[in-house]
Each structure stands twice: as structure tokens, then as C-alpha cells.
């Protein structure tokens, strides 16, 4: 009784975050880049250093939101939580070859680092899309 | 046996053969362990480095997804690090992102085991792209030192293990069981069982199979030991005999010899040259002759005698006559056995000596040795072959006689053997002086001789030899200075007149002595057929008497007995009839005779002492117990058959007064055996019985045998009662009785009365007691009461 209880109680107080954090994120880059889509290999290997350039050539700077929402892109990218993705990190970080995207504080930041870069590219919740960036994929 | 080379030792024997099995077996072994070690090693090693890899595989992925060629040789380095791992290549793609490999190396790459460990590298974010590879050059020189150090090492373990246990091993076996049977062995090698010595014991060994073993060797040797000496004991005490027997052969009196199946003399001894008459050879050597060679009369009989021998396999035996050179024989007796093997042993000896004696013996066989003439055996022989002879040539016949002395026996009685023999052999000179060298005299038995009268043909011829022997035999004998007066009756048969063979001829000769001598004037009788019929009517007689006697067929008649004076029947005699189913009633005269040669005359006369007892019972009870019933005794019933003790016994049974009843005997009856008769007498009188004196007048009547003979009565014979009234001799006889047996105070029965006036006449010489027709016959039981009364009724005046 007590532990069915205790977990209905979790689920209804955190009913908003789970409503959240599965509701739809897409992947944004600049307004004028020539890239109109990118497929979710792409934004894979954009975003965990593969390969750091656009279908057009251009050079991708990548961008992560603050924690909540950078846990539940992951989550959505490759099915890994946001330590995994701490980890991955820190064992290229050793080598130098590659570093992990720019940690924007906020959202603005996001925006205006995609709106400020041509390469840049970043991912947001689908209603938070104004003009300034262009979605490029949809996360579902 | 010599001593055992420590090669053949059992000791090293058992010991190498337990060391090489068991490093053939241990090496077996360990060549499988350090198999299996080698590939547990290898498996462990590909182990380890598909471990390693396990360990990297995430920073690998990660290094060949972002194609990190820093991260990828660091990793590669780390992996270098283990010493198992000699190169570790990684790539992306075809892009090699890293390749170290140690310097230091010259591996050998054909080594199907130890090939390269290659793993597809996937993405970290898709499981299912490859972004790459990892391959591991495992190292080789240093896996395969892995393996060796480990094979190595177990190997020399498990070699110290066997050596060990081999040792262990080796070291109890030889202790506890192959050193005591080496010890046994050498200690049995050295072993003086003679000497009493014994296996010792091993230590710690008393109650297993070993200790059984040592003691069993050592009973086993004892007895060995004893057995020798038995063995030892045996074949001394046998070369002893040995020599015993060599001398008893070599100084035997007769003739030992072994032959072989043709007559070969393969042995013998000295005493067979003495034994036949041959010069005398040196022993050992052949001989120069054979059994059958020798001069035997029974020249075909050795040679039989061997094969007869042989066939049989059994012993034979016989004598040969040796023919000697000087014309003489020696009767050899000859025994042969069978040895075996177709061999025979012989043993001869002189049994001239046997022989000649047995000669003489059958020659006594014949004769009488008493008086050397023939005896019956010899008599028959002559009387054979002088049959034979007349039936191949026949002539005019021939006499057989048969003699009795008469007399003889009572002068054997009287006088004893000696006289008897010497009167036998006078006898036997007197008849051998009148009688021809070709005839034959036989004495039979007792005073009875047989003659054969070759020449005596025809009755003519065999009366005057006769006449002649009776003469000659009448002269009296002079025997010990007495002169002895005997005579002789002869029997006459004649061949073939008479008969024809030797039973028949004795027994007609014995008929016609028979004949003779119941005539009883000293003469001679020829046989005639009649005397046969006789003989055979008497044996059909026999048959019947006996048969009589089992049936019951005798029956008692009485004659009253009547006293004179008182006018009444005192008693009565018991006469015995013979009641024949075909020829009815016969008188005792006719078979008493009979029953006494043939010995019934004993069942009779018990028969009769019952049955007079019955009727004395019947007397008593009818009120007459004063009747007395006399019944008459032969002389072959004395003493035995009716001995004193059995009549009182009988009489006693009855519950009959001894008085009552009386013995009647005649004279002759005592002179058989003068001392039975008088102690049989005195018995009987002494019981209280009475004896009467029958047929008194006709025999001795001598005045000294009433004295010698007590009896009570005598009873005057018929014959001179009969001849009294017309004959005054008689009359005189009878009064001179009277006279007499009253002076002796006997008392006196009359028998024969038969008139008036032998009853008148006896009264008159006083005599009151007598018998006969006058008063009554002889009747049975049934009219005696009838008869008695008649004659107690008789008028008085009459007697």
C-alpha cells in the first residue's frame, strides 16, 4: 500500500517536468545557412565531435542548453543520460582533438549564439522557435 | 641348486618390475597432464587477452568513432603494457588509428593456436554500426614460456609424486613380502632337514599366508624326513631278505627256475641239476635245454602246461615221471606260475617218495589190514572185473559166498577185541588153506566174510566148497589156551545164474546168509528167487509199519489173568495187534520181529505203555483198581528207550499206582547186556513196579540167571501147559517150576490154560494164577468188562 502510494504521489507532483521534458525538441541553426534539414546522424556527429561540419561545409559550432533540457536532447540523441555523456567527453577531452559543444547559459544565449554564428547550431523546445533560428530536425 | 645370481635375484626382479610399471604408467600420465596443463594454459591466456580487450573496448569504441588516434595509441600502449599482448592494431574504418607492437620479436606466425584475437569495434551510440577494429597479436615467445614454466612445474611434481609413491611402494613390497621368501629361500637353500633343522619363522609374519607357508615346509620337510628314513628302514630290511632269499634259493632242495613262453630257461638254481639227474652247471649261464626237452615220460605235458598257464594267467600244477639214465623214475612235481610278461616261474620237486606211498595206500585201500585179506572195496573190484570177464568170455559162471561166523560178537563182548582178532585171523588162514590162489576171500565186517569162486560154477561144485569151509571152520579155535567152538552159516549166489552185477549178487548172497543163519544149524543156503520176495514183502511190511505207527494203527487185546483159588480176574497182559487196512488184523509174532531189526519197536512200545496206562486209569475209575495189566518188553527197548525214569514218569502222569503195572521180559531179553539189564531190573523194581518172566521153560531157565535177574513171577510157557495132561515130562517140568520158583518165593502164572484139566491139575501143584482160552482169548477193550464178568461167573465147581 505505502509504496504504491508514495510513487503515485511522485508521479502526480512531477506530472509538469515529465510532461516537459517528453514534449518535442528540434534542432535549430542559422536562419541563413544554406542547409535547409539535417538528418539525426548528422546532428550525432555534430554534437559529439565526430565530424564538426555542416552538409555545406561550413564549420559546426555546436551549442548545449543548461542541464535540463541538455539531459532530455541526449536522452532523445543517442538514449544516454547526461553523466554517460560527461564521461564520453571526458576521455577525448585527453587527447585534444575535439571538444565538447559551448555551454550556453540560458536559452537567449542559445538564440543568439545561433542567430550570431553561420555554423552554429543548437536545439531547443519546438515553441520556443522565432525567427532567429532555423529548424533544421525534429526530435521526437 | 646353485645360488641364485643377483640378476635372477627376486628381490631386484620385483623391484624392477614394479619401478618400470609404474614410470611407464606415471609417464602415461603425466605426458596427459602437461597435455591438458598446455591447453588449460593456451585457454587461459586467449582468456586473458579477450579480457583485456573487454576492458578497452568502450575507449576503443570511442577513439574509432571520433577517429582520436591519441586516445586509440593510448589505449594501445596500455594494452602493450601486459606481456602476453606482442601488437595491438586499431582502426576506424580503414584508417588506422593506432599499430604498436614490441621490438623485440621474431615471432613465428604459423602457429595455428596462437592466431591473432581480432573484435569489431561499435559505435557507442549505435549498436549496431561498426566503427571499427581491435587486434591483438597475442605474444607468442612469452605464452608459450607461460605454458612451458606450468608444464614444467607440474611435470616435476607429478614426477617427485612417483618417485615417492614408486619408492613407498617398491620399499613395502620388498619389506613385507619379497625379502621373507628371499629369506625363506636362501634359508631353505642352506636347509639340513635331516638334521633336524627347521625354517625360522620370519618376524611379523606368525599368522600370515608367509608364516603358514614356513610352517607348512617345515611339516612338509618332517615328513619327508621321516619318510626317507621309512624308505631307508624298507630297503635295508629288504636287502636283508634279499640275501635270505639268495641263500634259500641257492640251497633250496627243490628246483626253482623262470622260464619264458617257449620253455627257455632263463634262471634257476643248483638243487635243479640234482633234482634232474644232470651234470651240474655253473648258474647264470643257459643251461642247454628247455623244460619241454627233457626226457618226461609225459613228453606233450609241459609244453601244455606253459600255454594252459599263460591262457589262463593262474597257476598249474602237476606230476611229471622223469625218465632217468639208469632206466629208473623220479615223479617230479611240477608248479607253474605266471610273473608277467609272458614269463613263468617254476618250482620242481621230488615227490618219488609221495608217490610211492600213496601207491602202498591205495593198495591198504583194498585190504583189510587186520587179517591182509581184501576188504569190501577190494571185493567189489575183484567181483567187477571177475563180471567183466565173464561177459567177454563166458564161461560156466561163478560163486560169490557170504560167511558168518556164528557166535563171533558174543565172544567179542564176552572175551573183548584181542580174542575177537585173533580168531578173525585164524579164521581168515583156515578159509585162504581151502580155497584156490585164484580165489578171493574179503573180510566184510565183524565175523563176516565174502568168497569169490571163480571155478565154483554150478551148485554141485560151490556145495562141496561148502561143505568144506564149514568143516574147516568147525574145528574148535585155541585162542590164549582156551579152546573156542564157533560155527558158520554160508549164503550161495550164483552167476549168472542169480544175477548179473555186483549190488545184486552181494545182496543175494547176503539173502541166502540170512536164509542160513535163521535156520541156525551151522550150513550153507543157495540163493533162490523166493528169498528175494521175502526181502521184498518185508521191505513193503516196513513201509506199512511205519506208516502204521504215524496213523495210529496198532491196537491192544488183553488176556484176563485169573486167580484159581479166589475164582476172580486179578489183572490182565496187554497184547499188541497190528490192525492192517488190507490184511487186517496181524499178530505180534508177524511184525515184532520186523519192528525190532528196524529199531520202531521203540515207538511201539511207548505207544503201548500209554494206552495200557489209559485203561489201567480207566480201571481205577471204573472201581477195579485192583487190576494190574503186564505189558511185554523187547530186548531193543532195554535200557534206553524204555527206561525206568521214563515209565514212572508216564505212570505218575496217569496217577497209576507203580504195582499196578508189569514189565513181562523173556530170558533172552537179558543176556544182550547182562550189566544194563540187571541195573534197568533193579531200577524198575526199586519204583515199586513188577517184572514178570515170561515164556519160562524154553530158553536157559538156568537157575543162576533167577538169581542174577530178580524179577517177581515167572510165567510157565504155553507149551507145557498144553502138553501136561497127555505128557508126564512136562508134567514133571511144570511141578519142578512150581517147586522151584516157591522155593525162591517167586510166584508163578500159568498161560495156556485151555481146558478144565490144566486148571484141575494146576491147582493140584499149587499153582492158582493162569491164563488162557479156558477163561477167555485175547479181546479188545471194548469186551473185556463182558469178558471178565464171564468169567467171574463161571460155576466154582467147574474149577
Redesign the interface.
Known amino acids: 500500500m505505502k509504496p504504491f502510494l508514495s510513487s503515485l504521489i511522485w508521479v502526480l507532483l512531477n506530472w509538469p517536468s515529465l510532461l516537459y521534458a517528453g514534449g518535442p525538441l528540434v534542432v535549430v541553426i542559422h536562419p541563413g545557412s544554406s542547409v535547409e534539414t539535417l538528418s539525426r546522424e548528422e546532428v550525432i556527429n555534430i554534437f559529439l565531435g565526430r565530424y564538426r561540419q555542416l552538409p555545406s561545409g561550413l564549420l559546426a559550432q555546436p551549442v548545449d542548453q543548461p542541464a535540463g533540457q541538455k539531459a532530455s536532447f541526449y536522452k532523445l540523441l543517442v538514449g544516454k543520460e547526461l553523466p554517460e555523456i560527461n564521461a564520453y567527453w571526458s576521455r577525448l577531452v585527453f587527447s585534444g582533438k575535439t571538444k565538447p559543444p559551448q555551454q550556453a547559459r540560458d536559452l537567449a544565449e542559445v538564440i543568439q549564439w545561433v542567430n550570431s554564428l553561420p555554423g552554429a547550431i543548437g536545439y531547443m523546445e519546438a515553441d520556443q522557435v522565432d525567427s532567429r533560428v532555423k529548424v533544421a530536425l525534429k526530435l521526437n | 641348486m646353485a645360488h641364485v645370481p643377483w640378476r635372477h635375484s627376486i628381490l631386484l626382479r620385483t623391484a624392477a618390475i614394479v619401478i618400470g610399471v609404474a614410470c611407464a604408467v606415471g609417464a602415461l600420465f603425466i605426458a596427459q597432464t602437461l597435455r591438458v596443463t598446455s591447453e588449460r594454459t593456451y585457454a587461459r591466456s586467449t582468456a586473458g587477452l579477450s579480457e583485456l580487450i573487454d576492458t578497452v573496448e568502450s ?1 576503443v569504441s ?1 577513439a574509432c ?7 586509440a595509441l ?1 589505449v594501445a600502449r596500455g594494452l602493450l603494457k601486459n606481456i602476453q599482448v606482442r601488437g595491438v592494431v586499431i582502426a576506424a574504418g580503414t584508417q588506422e588509428l593506432a599499430r604498436v607492437s614490441r621490438s623485440s620479436d621474431a615471432a613465428t606466425t604459423n602457429d595455428a593456436n596462437l592466431a591473432p584475437l581480432e573484435r569489431k569495434i561499435h559505435s ?2 549505435n549498436a549496431q554500426e561498426v566503427v571499427g577494429m581491435i587486434r591483438l597479436e597475442p605474444n607468442r615467445e612469452e605464452i608459450r614460456q607461460l605454458i612451458h614454466q606450468e608444464t614444467r612445474f607440474f611435470g616435476l611434481l607429478l614426477v617427485l609424486q612417483l618417485i615417492a609413491v614408486v619408492g613407498s611402494v617398491v620399499f613395502i613390497v620388498l619389506r613385507t613380502v619379497v625379502h621373507p621368501i628371499k629369506t625363506m629361500s636362501d634359508g631353505l637353500h642352506r636347509l639340513d632337514a635331516a638334521a633336524g633343522e627347521s625354517l625360522p619363522q620370519p618376524p611379523g609374519h606368525a599368522h600370515t599366508e608367509i608364516g603358514r607357508l614356513v610352517e607348512d615346509i617345515n611339516e612338509l620337510a618332517r615328513r619327508m624326513v621321516v619318510a626317507m628314513e621309512e624308505e631307508r628302514a624298507v630297503t635295508r630290511q629288504r636287502e636283508l631278505e634279499e640275501r635270505k632269499y639268495r641263500v634259500i634259493f641257492d640251497n633250496a632242495r627243490i628246483g626253482i627256475l623262470t622260464i619264458d613262453h617257449t620253455g627257455h630257461i632263463e634262471s634257476y638254481n643248483p638243487a635243479l641239476f640234482y633234482l634232474l639227474d644232470l651234470p651240474r652247471s655253473s648258474g647264470g649261464e643257459d643251461p642247454g635245454f628247455t623244460l619241454q626237452s627233457l626226457s618226461w615220460r609225459q613228453s606233450s605235458l609241459p609244453q601244455a602246461m606253459i600255454l594252459q598257464c599263460l591262457d589262463n594267467n593262474s597257476p598249474m600244477t602237476d606230476d611229471l615221471e622223469l625218465l632217468l639214465d639208469d632206466g629208473t623214475v623220479r615223479w617230479i612235481n611240477l608248479v607253474l606260475s605266471p610273473v608277467g610278461e609272458n614269463r613263468l616261474q617254476g618250482i620242481l620237486a621230488d615227490v618219488t617218495g609221495r608217490k610211492q606211498a600213496e601207491a602202498a595206500a591205495k593198495q591198504e585201500a583194498v585190504t583189510d589190514l587186520l587179517t591182509g585179506l581184501s576188504n569190501r572195496m577190494g571185493l567189489e573190484r575183484s567181483l567187477e572185473s571177475q563180471i567183466h570177464t565173464h561177459l567177454n568170455m563166458p564161461g560156466r559162471g561163478f560163486a560169490l559166498m557170504m560167511l558168518k561166523l556164528d557166535g563171533f560178537r558174543r565172544i567179542n563182548d564176552a572175551m573183548g577185541f584181542g580174542v575177537g582178532d585173533l580168531i578173525l585171523k585164524e579164521a581168515a588162514n583156515r578159509l585162504q588153506n581151502c580155497l584156490k590162489a585164484s580165489d578171493t576171500v574179503a573180510r566184510l565186517d565183524g565175523g563176516k566174510f565174502a568168497l569169490l569162486l571163480p571155478r565154483a560154477f554150478g551148485e554141485v561144485r560151490a556145495s562141496m566148497i561148502g561143505q568144506r569151509i564149514l568143516k574147516t571152520l568147525a574145528h574148535q579155535f585155541d585162542v590164549q589156551g582156551a579152546p573156542l567152538q564157533l560155527g558158520a552159516n554160508i549164503g550161495i549166489t550164483l552167476c549168472p545164474g542169480d544175477g548179473g552185477d555186483p549190488p545184486t549178487l552181494l545182496r543175494n548172497a547176503q539173502l541166502a546168509l540170512d536164509r542160513a543163519h535163521n535156520n541156525n544149524h551151522h550150513g550153507f543156503t543157495f540163493f533162490d528167487t523166493t528169498l528175494a520176495e521175502i526181502a521184498e514183502r518185508r521191505g513193503v511190511l516196513e513201509t506199512d509199519l511205519r506208516l502204521a505207527l504215524r496213523r495210529e494203527g496198532f491196537r491192544l487185546f488183553y488176556q484176563p489173568i485169573v486167580d484159581l483159588n479166589h475164582h476172580r480176574v486179578v489183572g490182565a497182559e496187554a497184547l499188541i495187534r497190528w490192525d492192517h487196512p488190507q490184511n487186517g488184523l496181524i499178530s505180534p509174532d508177524d511184525f515184532i520181529p520186523l519192528a525190532e531189526e528196524t529199531g520202531m519197536i521203540c515207538e511201539i512200545g511207548l505207544w503201548a505203555l500209554e494206552s495200557a496206562c489209559r485203561q489201567l486209569l480207566i480201571w481205577q475209575s471204573a472201581g477195579r483198581g485192583d487190576l494190574y495189566l503186564s505189558i511185554n518188553v523187547s530186548g531193543r527197548q532195554i535200557p534206553d528207550s524204555l527206561s525206568p525214569e521214563r515209565i514212572a514218569q508216564t505212570v505218575w502222569r496217569y496217577g497209576i499206582d507203580p504195582s499196578r503195572l508189569v514189565l513181562e521180559i523173556t530170558e533172552g531179553v537179558l543176556l544182550n547186556n547182562v550189566i544194563q539189564a540187571q541195573h534197568w531190573l533193579a531200577t524198575l523194581r526199586d519204583l515199586g513196579f513188577r517184572i514178570y518172566l515170561d515164556d519160562f521153560g524154553t530158553g536157559y531157565s538156568s537157575l543162576s540167571y533167577l538169581k542174577r535177574f530178580p524179577v517177581d513171577t515167572v510165567k510157565i510157557d504155553k507149551s507145557f501147559i498144553r502138553d501136561m495132561a497127555a505128557d508126564n515130562d512136562d508134567r514133571a517140568l511144570v511141578e519142578a517150576i512150581i517147586a522151584m520158583a516157591r522155593s525162591l518165593r517167586l510166584s508163578v502164572v500159568a498161560e495156556g490154560v485151555e481146558t478144565l484139566q490144566h486148571a484141575a491139575l494146576l491147582r493140584q501143584m499149587h499153582c492158582y494164577t493162569a491164563q488162557g482160552f479156558l477163561f477167555s482169548k485175547p479181546v479188545p477193550e471194548e469186551q473185556l468188562a463182558a469178558a471178565m464178568a464171564r468169567i467171574e461167573a463161571m460155576p466154582v465147581e467147574l474149577l
Open positions: 575507449t570511442i568513432f571520433v577517429t582520436d588516434q591519441a586516445l593510448e557507442p551510440f
